[in-house]
């Protein structure tokens, strides 16, 4: 894994680079962000007007009055103005409610595609691209790192534009009643979003990947430390791993800290920079009004449009000082789509034959990215049609990686795997993972019902195909005790329920596929003598008329062995 994989040493792409991908992604919903940015506009323009033409019929109707005191015949319209800013008002209640509302839902909707396509690219990989990061690091890829692009559009890219657009129109407006104040109050403008969308990420782009790295490492180690922190007691080694998570609060909260102050100085900015183009714009107004060219009323608008615009400045410090960390994210998530795995479907894909496939590893060697051994060395066997082969070894003897090699999961370094003769990198993956089933180590089971995590198996079977799967398990009764019977759910990762009925619920599932291959890889883990044994005894029954490769420590409990081979630092003996 290199360091812009993980993060820790950010590339050399341009910014451009970093983002395209995501831009692309972006663009599948254009129709959606073109409306959220239009209306981003409308709102703004709405609270210019209202704020300008507020300014300039107060400043009017007071000249009116004065006028008319001092006895000079005098008139004003006051129904169009006011109806203008009662329409400007309620213009920019409801668009900004409508706005809102969208964009956030326009946004929800961008990180759903994105998860999902992230997570295409997690299911294309194989177990030795998966190892090259932990769990909690692919966890953070997910959730994290896409959580952090949630901010491309709506802070990054629509802010900006509407806020050019805005100070545009606002300097247009300026210069078709005073030219030297639109000028004057453009160049200050000019500059200020100059500075807060170049010069302002360039401040904090340092700190800000930084932060996002720290935040990754910080998130991956608490996990680790909490899934382990039985053995990091009993061997007492827990303080150097809480003073190792001391040190990485700390380097975030500094991190932290120079984002903030850096943001408030962006903030400060915008107030005293808006500020100044509003005077400077009263103050060329006042020379333009001496010299005749522009009523009292005028005066006062111009200013004021200019000060509307602290509105739509002011959501641009935030996003852009922290434009270093939606840069690191996107980096790390450019990497991850970027990561392939060995594991390629052929061009021209065999497929398999209707009857009960023969599945054999002829002189396979495998070694795993940076181990100091071969996982599996010079290894052959063979799985006959119909034959219940048990693989007996200790753990880390390397029975798992067979099952990997079988189910195509991995591909060996050397020598080569075959079903029928053929090797399995010529045959269709869909077709060969159709006929095989495989009970792996891990029970995984999702936060859904016990049927939904069934079905995944297959997903049109009946309620009364589970119920028969649940039997065979010795887990009908206690699906039926529960209140919701079958859509009970079972939790995060099976937490609702024990590690044996987790573990037999993971079993169920695999006889609910219709496979002419079955591979168990320790069945009964986590289930006591008698439980196994009950099992046991309706496992037989199903298994009927499938070939089966058994991998366990012992073959006491596995029914129907018909031939053991035992499995030793990877060799066979």
């Not at 759903?112 to 692919?138: K, N």
């Not at 998530?333 to 594991?343: E, H």
Request: proline letters at 4%; aromatic letters at 4%.
């Amino acid at each position: 894994m290199s360091e812009c994989q993980d993060g820790s040493r950010p590339g050399r792409g341009s910014l451009v680079a970093d983002f395209r991908p995501w831009l692309g992604r972006l663009g599948r919903r254009r129709r959606r962000l073109w409306l959220g940015g239009a209306l981003m506009l409308l709102t703004a323009a709405a609270g210019i007007g209202l704020l300008a033409l507020s300014g300039w019929f107060i400043t009017a109707t007071a000249v009116t009055g004065a006028l008319i005191a001092a006895g000079v015949a005098a008139t004003l319209e006051v129904y169009v103005p006011g109806g203008g800013i009662r329409a400007f008002a309620v213009t920019r209640t409801v668009a900004r409610y409508t706005e809102r509302l969208y964009n956030h839902d326009t946004v929800l909707r961008v990180l759903a595609d994105l998860r999902a396509d992230l997570f295409a690219v997690l299911v294309r990989l194989d177990g030795q691209a998966l190892s090259r990061l932990r769990a909690s690091e692919w966890l953070n890829r997910l959730t994290a790192d896409i959580d952090t692009l949630d901010g491309l559009y709506l802070r990054l890219l629509a802010p900006p534009v509407v806020a050019l657009l805005a100070m545009l129109a606002v300097v247009g407006l300026l210069g078709i009643m005073a030219p030297p104040v639109a000028w004057g109050a453009g160049l200050v403008l000019a500059a200020l979003w100059g500075w807060l969308v170049i010069g302002q990420p360039a401040w904090g782009m340092t700190p800000g990947q930084r932060e996002v790295v720290t935040r990754d490492r910080l998130r991956s180690r608490m996990i680790e430390l909490l899934q382990g922190l039985a053995e990091l007691r009993g061997y007492g080694t827990l303080a150097p791993r809480r003073q190792e998570l001391a040190a990485l609060s700390r380097r975030l909260y500094a991190d932290q800290r120079r984002l903030a102050a850096r943001q408030g100085v962006a903030q400060a900015l915008v107030g005293c920079g808006v500020s100044a183009a509003a005077v400077l714009a009263l103050w060329l107004g006042a020379r333009a009004h001496a010299a005749g060219h522009i009523g009292a009323a005028t005066l006062v608008m111009l200013p004021l449009a200019v000060l509307a615009l602290g509105e739509v400045f002011g959501a641009l410090p935030g996003a852009f000082t922290r434009l270093g960390g939606t840069r690191a994210a996107a980096r790390r998530l450019n990497a991850l789509v970027a990561t392939s795995g060995r594991i390629r479907p052929p061009r021209e894909a065999r497929r398999l034959s209707e009857a009960m496939p023969a599945l054999a590893l002829e002189g396979v060697t495998l070694r795993y990215p940076d181990a100091l051994t071969a996982a599996l060395d010079d290894i052959s066997l063979t799985l006959h049609p119909g034959e219940r082969l048990a693989l007996l070894g200790a753990s880390g003897a390397g029975k798992s990686s067979i099952g990997q090699l079988l189910t195509r999961q991995i591909d060996p370094s050397t020598g080569r795997v075959t079903v029928d003769g053929t090797d399995l990198r010529q045959v269709s993956l869909d077709d060969l993972r159709d006929r095989i089933a495989c009970l792996t180590q891990h029970s995984e089971l999702f936060q859904a019902s016990v049927a939904d995590n069934l079905r995944l198996a297959d997903p049109e079977a009946d309620e009364a195909a589970l119920w028969r799967v649940l039997e065979a398990v010795d887990l009908a009764e206690w699906a039926r005790s529960l209140p919701e019977g079958l859509e009970t759910r079972v939790g995060e990762s099976g937490r609702r329920v024990s590690g044996g009925q987790a573990r037999r619920l993971a079993l169920a599932r695999v006889l609910l596929r219709p496979a002419d291959v079955v591979i168990l890889d320790e069945p009964f883990t986590g289930l006591d003598e008698a439980t196994a044994v009950r099992v046991a005894g309706r496992l037989d029954a199903w298994l009927a008329g499938r070939s089966v490769l058994y991998l366990a420590h012992d073959a006491s409990r596995l029914p129907g062995v018909t031939r053991t081979l035992t499995l030793s630092e990877g060799h066979l003996r």
